[in-house]
T-cell receptor
Framework: AAGVIQSPRHLIKEKRETATLKCYPI?????VYWYQQGPGQDPQFLIS???????DKGSIPDRFSAQQFSDYHSELNMSSLELGDSALYFC?????????????FGNGTRLTVT | GQQLNQSPQSMFIQEGEDVSMNCTSS?????WLWYKQDPGEGPVLLIA?????ELTSNGRLTAQFGITRKDSFLNISASIPSDVGIYFC?????????????FGKGTRLHILP
C-alpha cells in the first residue's frame, strides 16, 4: 500500500540558510500534519492543513511556513535556520472526518544545521 | 492544554516476557492510536481503536480503548528482540473539520541480553 512520502531523507544546511521539506500524503488523504522531533523527544506538532487550508497551528516558529497544494502535497519552508532546528521532521496524513482514518507517518527528513 | 500521561517511561525486560504500557488523559478522545518508532524512522501505526471498550489484537499486540474514553493500554506478549523501540500512544479527536491528535511522551522498551 502507498505510504506517506517525504523528501529529502537527509538535509544538511548551514546557519541562516533556508530549507524546504516536501511531503506527499497517502492517496485520497486530504489532511497533512507536520511534526518536529528532537533527540529523545516525542513528536511536537507544528502545523496542519485540511483541503489546502491551514487547520491547526502548534509550536511552529515564525521563521517557518507551510502550505498544501492542489494535489494535496505539502511543503514546509524553513528560513534563517538555527542550530536548534536540527531534528527529525515528520509529515503525517489522514482522511479527515471519516471517523476511522488514523494518522500515517512518513519516514521523516533528518535536518542537520551546522 | 490537553496532555496524555504515558507510562512507564521506559522498560527493561527479558526476552519472552510480557509487556504492558498505558496512557491516561483528562480529556475524552474518540480514537486511540498506538505507534512504534524505530531509531531514525517514522512512527508506524500498530493498532487503532475507535470504540470505548474495544479490545483489538494485532499478532502479539493487544490494545484496549478504555470505557471512560480517557485511557488505553497496550500489551505485548512474549517479547522478542525486534520489539525494542519507542511506543507512543496518541489520542485523536475526529471531527468533520479537522482531526486533533495528542501524543504521549513514549515508552522506551529495552530487552536485556
Amino acid at each position: 500500500a502507498a505510504g506517506v512520502i517525504q523528501s529529502p531523507r537527509h538535509l544538511i544546511k548551514e546557519k541562516r540558510e533556508t530549507a524546504t521539506l516536501k511531503c506527499y500524503p497517502i492517496p485520497r488523504h486530504d489532511t497533512v500534519y507536520w511534526y518536529q522531533q528532537g533527540p529523545g523527544q516525542d513528536p511536537q506538532f507544528l502545523i496542519s492543513f485540511y483541503e489546502k487550508m491551514q487547520s491547526d497551528k502548534g509550536s511552529i516558529p515564525d521563521r517557518f511556513s507551510a502550505q498544501q497544494f492542489s494535489d494535496y502535497h505539502s511543503e514546509l519552508n524553513m528560513s534563517s535556520l538555527e542550530l536548534g532546528d536540527s531534528a527529525l521532521y515528520f509529515c503525517a496524513s489522514s482522511a479527515t472526518g471519516t471517523g476511522d482514518s488514523p494518522l500515517h507517518f512518513g519516514n521523516g527528513t533528518r535536518l542537520t544545521v551546522t | 492544554g490537553q496532555q496524555l500521561n504515558q507510562s512507564p517511561q521506559s522498560m527493561f525486560i527479558q526476552e519472552g516476557e510480557d509487556v504492558s504500557m498505558n496512557c491516561t488523559s483528562s480529556s475524552i478522545f474518540n480514537t486511540w492510536l498506538w505507534y512504534k518508532q524505530d531509531p531514525g524512522e517514522g512512527p508506524v501505526l500498530l493498532i487503532a481503536l475507535y470504540k470505548a471498550g474495544e479490545l483489538t489484537s494485532n499478532g502479539r499486540l493487544t490494545a484496549q480503548f478504555g470505557i471512560t474514553r480517557k485511557d488505553s493500554f497496550l500489551n505485548i506478549s512474549a517479547s522478542i528482540p525486534s520489539d525494542v523501540g519507542i511506543y507512543f500512544c496518541a489520542g485523536q479527536w475526529v471531527s468533520n473539520r479537522d482531526d486533533k491528535i495528542i501524543f504521549g511522551k513514549g515508552t522506551r522498551l529495552h530487552i536485556l541480553p
